[in-house]
């Protein structure tokens, strides 16, 4: 059940995501500054990771990501 709260607060914050681009992208377009707000908002979900029992996956599975990353560049 806990990931059906999670999908619904994905479509949440991808909604209000799209929200904000649509108010920061409003006029000229400035990569500067979309660049900033994005950045920005990021620092909150940095700042949300030790509330959440975020914790990083095993060394095996961080040597699979690396790898498939490698693969894929």
């Known amino acids: 059940m806990t990931w059906f709260i999670a999908i619904i607060l994905a479509y949440l914050f991808f909604g209000i995501c799209n929200l904000g681009d649509k108010f920061i992208l409003d006029g000229p377009p400035r990569a500067s500054s979309y660049a900033f707000f994005v950045s920005f908002s990021n620092i909150f979900v ?28």
């Open 46 to 73: 940095l700042l949300l990771l030790p509330f959440i029992g975020f914790m990083l996956p095993p060394a095996p599975a961080i040597l699979w990501i690396l790898a498939d990353a490698f693969v894929v560049v």
